[in-house]
């Protein structure tokens, strides 16, 4: 594949030949004016002025038309981000979200808002049947939140057992996103991380040594972020339980599962879904996405409040309700409402036989690239993602190359199990031909010196980034770059 | 009906292959079948049914249409922390040109400059409306950016010390949330009284010591008011070594005392004031600090920076407070954000520009105050209950039970909160203004 990203210019610099050039420029360079407030509020509570850029609306259409050239999505081009499952998102989602109907506020009463009410409750029972779970609840607004929520909600259960304080620990395999760590911490957990096997799965062993009284929580992964199905599921599910402590399901790679295993059977007992990857809702550049977590009906009473439920005798009518030792809130009103909307008409569209199959060509693409692509991949057997090693080069490069070749990189650098990582999920949306452009470009980088990855990239909108320029000397708004001159 | 975009024995609408693809596929794989690629033990194969049925997209939207439409079509007056201002069409056709909206978080800054620019500007445009050096990409939204906020002033903070002091009018739901976030830094939440919608100074004075480590108040306040003590409340948290947070939106600080300038440390808020029409409450949390604090800020942070060019570039920055590298010692276990909705009130921010955003803000004060003198002429209503200056809202009393009222109302097309026994709060705004009258009618009618 060829590419070449736009690049809009200010017009003093073309490839670096004259310095300090820049694209396309700032709204406050473009234009920027300084107005006096007048306000029919008395002096003293007012400010003097306020500086903002001022631009006419074709002006702005184009600015914002060009920065969207120089930006790259799904819709432009494969995304193979491994852990990120960039799938296309279906427009008309999109559509149903914009419906004035959609548009309204939290605070009304429940009687005005059935339609609201009905799309969440239908949610609920979609997301529980999906995951083997009894109750969701739909509020967290993001993946870490809903990890953050599902370890309150491990926290109110031990408590109400009387071993909140006995149980300060929360074990997170050395494998496991981020998020698993910073949300334990962020919940006042200890930490304990427990180090994978020799074949990239929780050490049966090791698990065993782990697991004690101390024990609030063990958040899983499943498959792993190698890609690798965790065979071994219900003896560590035996042993977190025997060990009085529950288990928990990152939803992150659920996209391998759909119709195949739920987590629920396989003995977690709390899970978050990750519906921006998973149900197809759009990363918009980093959010918003949405969180919502299942339960096994021991722990429904202490999801967050208010959930959605059909009123008793009411002719179809649902209601809102706080669940009974609710552990409170973990957002101001109900979350990412439009993205709860998207993910309920992804799922009404797929239906079983579309989700089942989604995540069969899911693992099939995985299979499939991994099968065409130079890289060793050195463990097997993985399902929607896999990661594969860079060996002598160096993983960073690699993807700053890939970008010449018009694709987006995977995730690299990450798990650290596997050195140089690439990790690889093509998702189900692309065919073969697309997978065959994919697996090019990996060989072709691949076969390419190491001169040559580290000048990469070439064609697109910016040349390397100096990271240590921005870390070192930052400049965090276009006041610090005026400070600057 | 048949082909490539119905539902039925193709499976995913959205997975392309042909099932000769798929056969090629399998066959340079080696499997005779997709099912051989499942590494998942019999025991917990799952043999059931979702028992969802499949749609065609046109049958997806009737339903989920359908749906929604049972929604009533009730005229708003709600606000409380959730806003409305018209967004204008501009907003929606360049936010959902698809590569900003399917694109990932900028961990490849060289091929995502559009996005970054955006939110650097994003970053710019609040930094001139609050005055503090340091905003970051977003948070989910208001209540939980106030608790990042209180974590915050935990670390930064150079005493030891627990409390958190919040006013009165603090809504529930934010209050739950913050008690929730800071809970395991083992932070207390303590209230302390206000005085007419506004914060008790002597209060506040009495409350405070140096174990506190941060003061809240909002301006304008949930109860509508402007607050009119910012600069004691920030004198007073500087006086005990506490972080002074202030709550506020991005329409407000347009004409509102500038929160640096009156002590600030924080500003939080719901920047989706602009952008984001009614969304259930869905929003975009303002987090806004000083330089000072740049290292222990939560959440994503665009700053600029060169290429191998020299060309001025962006590129998410300070990485090393985050989770992904930093782990259970990250400021924040926020990854996924809100960058679109930013991107969305920066588009709406600059179309209003400097001009436009003022007259909008002086609209919310103009329109609150006309309309609570409409009902203050209304027998068995006064408004406002507090004498004070009003943005967007402002409670009024009602002779009537309040919970009667807003049924009454609703009955009638309306939506108004019920915020007390005898209290009603109600919000306008250019999004609603044009149905003032027919408001004012139905509360003679039911008041």
């Known amino acids: 594949m060829k590419y070449d990203q736009a690049r809009w210019t200010d017009g003093k610099t073309m490839e670096g030949e004259d310095a300090d050039g820049q694209y396309e420029p700032l709204l406050s360079e473009k234009n920027s004016e300084e107005v006096e407030v007048e306000s029919p509020l008395p002096d003293e509570l007012t400010r003097d002025s306020v500086e903002l850029p001022e631009l006419s609306e074709p002006e702005l259409a184009r600015h914002y038309t060009r920065l969207s050239q120089m930006n790259y999505g799904v819709d432009s081009g494969p995304y193979p981000l491994g852990s990120c499952t960039m799938k296309y998102n279906p427009k008309f989602t999109e559509d149903v979200a914009a419906l004035p109907s959609a548009g309204v506020h939290h605070d009304r009463s429940d009687r005005s808002l059935q339609g609201s009410l009905a799309l969440m409750h239908g949610l609920q029972d979609y997301l529980a049947e999906i995951g083997g779970m009894d109750a969701v609840s739909l509020q967290p607004p993001a993946g870490a939140a809903g990890e953050f929520t599902g370890i309150l909600v491990a926290k109110a259960f031990h408590e109400a057992n009387g071993e909140g304080d006995q149980r300060d620990e929360i074990i997170v395999p050395d494998s496991a996103h981020g998020t698993n760590f910073a949300s334990a911490a962020l919940a006042g957990y200890e930490v304990v991380e427990l180090p994978s096997g020799d074949d990239g799965r929780v050490d049966l062993e090791a698990l065993e040594a782990a697991a004690s009284d101390r024990t609030a929580l063990f958040m899983l992964t499943n498959p792993n972020t190698l890609g690798l199905f965790e065979r071994d599921i219900e003896e560590i599910a035996d042993i977190v339980h025997d060990a009085g402590g529950l288990l928990y399901y990152d939803g992150a790679n659920l996209n391998a599962l759909l119709g195949q295993a739920r987590p629920g059977d396989m003995g977690f007992d709390i899970m978050h879904y990750n519906v921006h990857k998973t149900f197809a809702t759009p990363h918009g550049g980093g959010g918003p996405g949405a969180g919502p977590v299942g339960v096994v009906s021991d722990l429904a009473e202490f999801l967050p409040a208010p959930r959605v439920r059909e009123v008793e005798d009411g002719d179809g009518k649902y209601e809102r309700f706080e669940p009974e030792s609710s552990l409170g809130k973990v957002h101001g009103f109900e979350g990412n409402w439009l993205v709860l909307v998207k993910t309920y008409a992804y799922i009404a569209r797929l239906g079983d036989e579309g989700l089942t199959d989604a995540s069969a060509k899911a693992v099939l693409n995985a299979n499939y690239l991994a099968s065409q692509v130079d890289y060793e991949v050195p463990f097997e057997p993985f399902h929607h993602e896999f990661v594969a090693s860079a060996g002598d080069q160096d993983a960073a490069d690699v993807a700053k190359r890939m970008l010449d070749y018009g694709v987006h990189p995977p995730t690299t650098k990450w798990p650290e199990i596997v050195s140089e990582a690439l990790m690889t999920e093509p998702t189900e949306i692309e065919n073969k031909d697309t997978l065959d452009q994919l697996a090019e470009a990996f060989n072709a980088v691949a076969a390419e010196d190491d001169e040559t990855l580290a000048n990469a990239p070439n064609r697109t909108t910016a040349r390397r980034i100096d990271q240590t320029s921005a870390a070192r000397n930052l400049r965090l708004s276009w006041q610090s770059l005026d400070s600057e001159e | ?447």
């Open chain 2, 1 to 447: 009906m048949s082909g490539r975009h119905e539902s039925g024995e193709r499976g995913s609408p959205y997975a392309p292959h042909t099932a000769e693809e798929t056969e090629a596929m399998l066959s340079a794989i080696g499997a005779d079948d997709v099912t051989e690629l499942f590494d998942i033990p019999e025991s917990v194969v799952f043999d059931g049914e979702f028992d969802i049925d499949e749609r065609t997209e046109r049958e997806a939207e009737r339903h989920v249409r359908g749906l929604l439409s049972r929604n009533d079509d009730l005229t708003e007056f709600l606000g409380r922390g959730h806003y409305e201002h018209y967004v204008p069409s501009l907003v929606d056709h360049l936010s959902l040109r698809s590569e900003f909206l399917t694109s990932y978080t900028q961990y490849q800054p060289e091929i995502t400059q559009g996005f970054l620019q955006a939110l650097f500007e994003y970053q710019s445009m609040l930094v001139e409306l609050t005055g503090l050096g340091i905003v970051n990409a977003s948070m989910y939204d208001h209540a939980t950016a106030l608790a990042e906020a209180a974590l915050l002033a935990a670390r930064v903070r150079s005493t030891d010390g627990d409390r958190v002091l919040v006013p009165d009018y603090l809504l529930d739901q934010r209050r739950d949330v913050l008690e929730n976030y800071t809970d395991g830094a083992g932070l207390s939440v303590e209230t302390f009284a206000t005085d007419d919608g506004n914060v008790d100074t002597d209060a506040l004075a009495e409350a405070i010591d140096d174990e506190a480590v941060m003061v809240y108040a909002e301006n304008p306040t949930t109860r509508g008011t402007v607050e009119e003590n910012v600069e004691a409340i920030g004198d007073l948290a500087d006086d005990h070594g506490a972080l002074f947070c202030l709550g506020s939106d991005p329409v407000a600080l347009s004409i509102l005392q500038e929160p640096e300038s009156v002590g600030a440390d924080v500003v939080v808020g719901d920047a989706a004031a602009l952008g984001l029409p009614t969304a259930y409450g869905m929003g975009l949390g303002l987090f806004a600090t000083r330089e000072d604090f740049v290292r222990q800020v939560p959440g994503r942070l665009v700053g600029a920076s060169e290429d191998a060019a020299d060309n001025r570039t962006y590129t998410l920055t300070l990485q090393t407070r985050e989770q992904h590298i930093r782990r259970e010692r990250a400021t924040s276990n926020i990854c996924t954000n809100q960058a679109w909705v930013a991107l969305r009130t920066a588009i709406h921010a600059a179309y209003l520009g400097p001009e436009g955003l003022v007259d909008l803000a002086n609209d919310c004060v103009r329109l609150a105050d006309d309309l609570a003198e409409r009902l203050d002429g209304i027998s068995g209503l006064k408004a406002p209950v507090h004498d004070r200056h009003h943005f967007r809202e402002f409670v009024a009393h009602t002779d009537q039970p309040a919970k009667a009222v807003a049924e009454d109302l609703e009955a009638e097309g309306f939506a108004v909160h019920a915020v007390g026994d005898h209290e009603v709060q109600v919000c306008i705004t250019d999004a609603n203004e044009h149905a003032a009258d027919d408001l004012v009618a139905a509360f003679e009618e039911v008041a």
